[in-house]
């Protein structure tokens, strides 16, 4: 025996914990915060069919949380049942948990706080109201007058864990998780009334709202107007997926990550594939740093979702998550497409009355594009980066004069009452230049200022990157191969993704036992850092099952490019290339912002004129 091993204490022998220490535990885990309590009381009330649910709340939730439901209520002999751990209604065999369609299965909840609150269960059925208190676990319910449905009162929240109560923030503070938590809740279930008063103030009544209409009125109440203003109806369907809800423009983004809100299933999460998706499909339009704004819903066989993976069930782990992740990016991207300036989105500066009017003109062939003019991107020429590169892509904007004649000339000289009649496009009719930069420009709601640079930018880039979609990916061998090292998990990630390299553009072969070389690279990235590209792509591949991080590198090449070549500013235009110009990006996808995210276009409606002039006071 060594030296000083003879010294060693022995070690404390195994207990089984006390039931009111293993209670406590597992309110640790459910019960953060007085939000906490909230959100698992009111997904009992909806799982018990509520259609009204009353909230009140005082102290920030730490003097008293009361929720009340009409729904199917608690029957006596079961009321003590439900402060017992692992009692539920809502799960009994396996295949029930493999499959679950409500919110709360677990059974911890109400015992959890009950271990940490003085809680006082009142429930009704058919008349017939009984109570219960958190210290009652086996006793008797008493009588106790209740319409039908269920109460949950909980005061002096955290009362016997101090540590925990010290760790709770400012009144106001733990009120905006509250507010948060009804916020999540009542944007789930449109088909429930929702009431709730704060230190006997009320904060908020929605009734039900079952039409599209009065869905939009709840979610700009609890989102704010300038959410619905800039949201994108979205709807789609694909392999036994349902994704609907809005999704904010661009214009809309955000500073922070606030307004971002997915239900799968009606149950509200957090998932790093469906948020990597959703921000995939915004790629482009956003500038840098921002955020993008949406509510959304995804609907799917309850067998083909784990929703058992967190006891605050806010975390959910999907069966073949690549395919959620490309329908749903597919879904968001598809749906921006779709959004171009003047026509369909609206932008931050606006301020408008009624909509815009007329239908975007066809796009015009770029003069000085491989294969443009009249054949238009049909003489496309493989090697378009060397093209690009030599300069045929040019800052001629010679093209747009053509493309404009027929429309200034039916309002030469501006809108007049002559011209009531005429069809005016979105964007309607150039006006002037301002300092060389902006296009001064007239429609029917009042004066639209387009950034002429960002505009042509859009134009290109989305030309550059039709160009590549409709050619086969080009790779280029590598003189001297680079070997790679990698660690087992990606050396497992490349044997069984290879094909999936390789459609990338990157051949990469096993050369060792935790190492491959890289024989061939993408031609477009060909002085780009591969070995980087290559761990990036197995990172993704392993996180995601899919990667678009080759696209995104090359998109970036085309972005620059088309920046480089867009027209400058004080480049001076006549009216019929200004109108051209507008044109084009009431026909280019996702022309309401440039290639960085900036907005390419602002209106300024007549009244909004009218008013910094006092007319009509």
């Avoid at 001064?440 to 009042?446: D, E, I, P, S, V």
């Avoid at 590598?478 to 999936?500: C, F, K, N, Y």
């Amino acid at each position: 025996m060594g030296e000083g091993q003879s010294d060693r204490q022995a070690p404390p022998s195994i207990k089984l914990l006390s039931s009111n220490l293993s209670d406590q535990i597992a309110a640790g885990e459910v019960v953060e915060r007085p939000a906490s309590v909230v959100k698992e009381v009111l997904e009992n009330a909806l799982d018990a069919g509520a259609r009204h649910i009353d909230i009140e709340i005082e102290a920030g939730g730490t003097r008293l949380i009361r929720v009340r439901d009409d729904g199917f209520g608690i029957p006596r002999d079961q009321l003590s049942l439900a402060l017992t751990r692992h009692a539920t209604s809502k799960v009994s065999t396996l295949e029930d948990l493999e499959a679950i369609t409500t919110l709360g299965f677990r059974g911890e909840a109400l015992p959890s706080i009950a271990s940490v609150s003085r809680l006082q269960l009142i429930s009704a059925q058919d008349g017939n109201g009984w109570q219960v208190g958190s210290g009652a676990e086996g006793g008797d319910p008493q009588p106790a007058p209740h319409p039908q449905g269920t109460s949950v009162v909980v005061r002096d929240l955290f009362y016997n864990t101090p540590a925990r109560r010290k760790f709770l923030r400012t009144e106001r503070t733990e009120q905006s998780h509250i507010e948060e938590a009804l916020r999540r809740l009542a944007m789930a279930r449109f088909d429930v009334r929702f009431t709730w008063r704060y230190n006997g103030r009320t904060g908020q009544d929605l009734p039900i709202a079952e039409s599209e209409s009065a869905r939009a009125g709840r979610v700009s109440k609890l989102l704010g107007r300038g959410f619905m203003e800039h949201a994108l109806p979205l709807r789609s369907e694909a392999a036994g997926l349902s994704l609907e809800g809005w999704i904010a423009t661009p214009a809309f983004a955000r500073a922070a990550a606030n307004m971002q809100y997915v239900y799968v299933n009606g149950r509200v999460i957090r998932d790093k594939t469906v948020s990597h998706a959703i921000r995939l499909g915004y790629a482009d339009v956003l500038h840098q740093g921002r955020h993008p704004a949406y509510l959304l819903y995804l609907e799917l066989d309850p067998t083909r979702v784990d929703v058992n993976v967190h006891p605050t069930k806010s975390e959910v782990r999907f069966r073949d998550s690549r395919m959620v992740h490309d329908f749903i990016h597919r879904a968001v991207r598809e749906r921006l497409r779709d959004a171009r300036a003047g026509v369909g989105e609206t932008n931050p500066n606006v301020a408008t009355d009624g909509a815009f009017g007329g239908a975007p003109a066809m796009p015009m062939p770029i003069a000085g594009f491989p294969g443009g003019g009249a054949g238009g991107l049909s003489g496309y020429r493989p090697n378009f980066e060397m093209a690009v590169a030599g300069g045929s892509v040019s800052e001629t904007t010679g093209f747009y004069q053509l493309a404009a004649q027929p429309l200034a000339t039916a309002v030469e000289g501006g809108l007049s009452p002559e011209t009531e009649e005429v069809e005016i496009p979105p964007l309607g009719y150039a006006l002037a230049q301002l300092h060389g930069i902006y296009i001064l420009a007239q429609n029917r709601a009042g004066l639209v200022l387009v950034d002429m640079h960002a505009g042509h930018e859009r134009i290109l880039y989305e030309r550059l990157k039709q160009q590549r979609a409709d050619n086969p990916l080009v790779r280029q061998p590598l003189l001297i191969p680079l070997v790679l090292h990698l660690s087992g998990r990606e050396m497992d990630t490349v044997l069984t993704a290879q094909d999936e390299l390789l459609s990338h553009g990157f051949e990469v072969t096993p050369s060792g036992p935790e190492s491959v070389t890289i024989r061939e690279v993408p031609a477009l990235l060909r002085d780009a850092d591969a070995s980087a590209m290559v761990r990036d792509l197995i990172a993704d591949l392993q996180r995601f099952g899919s990667s678009n991080r080759t696209a995104q590198e090359q998109d970036q090449l085309l972005s620059t490019l088309a920046c480089h070549t867009s027209v400058r500013a004080n480049r001076q235009l006549t009216l019929p290339e200004m109108n051209g110009l507008l044109r084009e990006m009431e026909a280019t996808e996702r022309s309401g912002q440039c290639n960085h995210g900036r907005p390419t276009w602002v209106q300024l409606d007549l009244s909004a004129i009218d008013k910094l002039f006092m007319r009509g006071r």
